[in-house]
């Protein structure tokens, strides 16, 4: 879908999510544990749609890789993919998202290609 939001590339799109992020974390003022393990695993869940729209950019193999190595380090990734359970994952996002986890940049780029070739398949 030419209009889809992961169609096109936002630079920096990370950012603002983080300040979205940002915004519900501090509307989650009770300390319910369960409000910021959903708000944890949104963040986690989030980095797919980030990962489709960084590496389905027309910037070059070098900018991609740098791209998703800037998002991956970024510490309220980082943390969020540390604490995301897997356990009922399918095997293929069990992979994506351990990749993920452990920044293996390439893992993550190779995956995120597969899956824009589906996607595009199937259209």
């Excluded at 190595?69 to 309220?76: A, H, M, Y």
């Excluded at 993919?81 to 293996?104: H, N, P, R």
């Amino acid at each position: 879908n030419q209009t889809s939001f992961t169609n096109q590339y936002r630079k920096d799109l990370y950012k603002k999510w983080l300040v979205k992020f940002s915004f519900i974390s501090n509307l989650i003022q009770n300390n319910n544990k369960v409000f910021k393990e959903a708000l944890q695993n949104r963040i986690a869940i989030s980095i797919l749609g980030l990962m489709l729209t960084e590496v389905n950019n027309s910037n070059s193999i070098i900018e991609k890789i740098k791209g998703i190595r800037q998002i991956l380090s970024e510490k309220t990734y980082h943390d969020a993919l540390q604490t995301l359970d897997k356990s009922a994952m399918g095997l293929q996002w069990k992979i994506f998202y351990t990749f993920a986890k452990v920044k293996c940049v390439l893992g993550v780029l190779i995956l995120t290609k597969c899956i824009l070739l589906i996607i595009n398949r199937k259209n």
